[in-house]
C-alpha cells in the first residue's frame, strides 16, 4: 500500500525558517512535489523535484527561500523553507507521481498525496 506522511508544519514568526517532510512508502518514484492551498485560494504547486536529469522546479514567490530535497535511502521528500512570510501560509501537501517523466506543477500528474501539513507565519 503505497502511504505518503506530511509532517513539520507549525506557528512561526516571519522570518523563520521551517523543513517539512514526506515520507513515502510502499514504493519509490521518480517525480514529487509539494502543493499548498491557503483559505480562498487555488491548490499551488510551490515546488518540483524529478530524479530523471535531477531537475527542479520553484514558483517564482518562493525561490531563493523555499529548497526541495530528497533522500532516496529514506524515501522522503523534504522542503526547507527559509525567511518565511505571512502569505505562506497555507496547508502544505506533498503528492507522487508514477507516470510523468519530469517535473510538473499540475495536479492532475501526481497520483498520490499527503494528508497536508499546516504552516501559519505571523506577521
Known amino acids: 500500500q503505497v502511504q505518503l506522511v506530511d509532517s513539520g508544519g507549525g506557528l512561526v514568526q516571519a522570518g523563520d525558517s521551517l523543513r517539512l517532510s514526506c515520507a513515502a512508502s510502499g514504493r519509490t518514484f521518480n517525480n514529487m512535489a509539494w502543493f499548498r492551498q491557503a483559505p480562498g485560494k487555488e491548490r499551488e504547486c510551490v515546488a518540483a523535484?524529478?530524479?530523471?536529469?535531477?531537475?527542479?522546479y520553484y514558483a517564482d514567490s518562493v525561490k531563493g527561500r523555499f529548497t526541495i530535497s530528497r533522500d532516496n535511502a529514506k524515501n522522503t521528500l523534504y522542503l526547507q523553507m527559509n525567511s518565511l512570510k505571512p502569505e505562506d501560509t497555507a496547508v502544505y501537501y506533498c503528492?507522487?507521481?508514477?507516470?510523468?517523466?519530469?517535473?510538473?506543477?499540475?495536479?492532475?500528474?501526481?497520483?498520490?498525496w499527503g494528508q497536508g501539513t499546516q504552516v501559519t507565519v505571523s506577521s
Open positions: 523535484f524529478s530524479r530523471i536529469g535531477d531537475r527542479r
Open positions: 503528492a507522487a507521481s508514477g507516470r510523468i517523466l519530469t517535473v510538473s506543477t499540475s495536479g492532475s500528474s501526481y497520483d498520490y
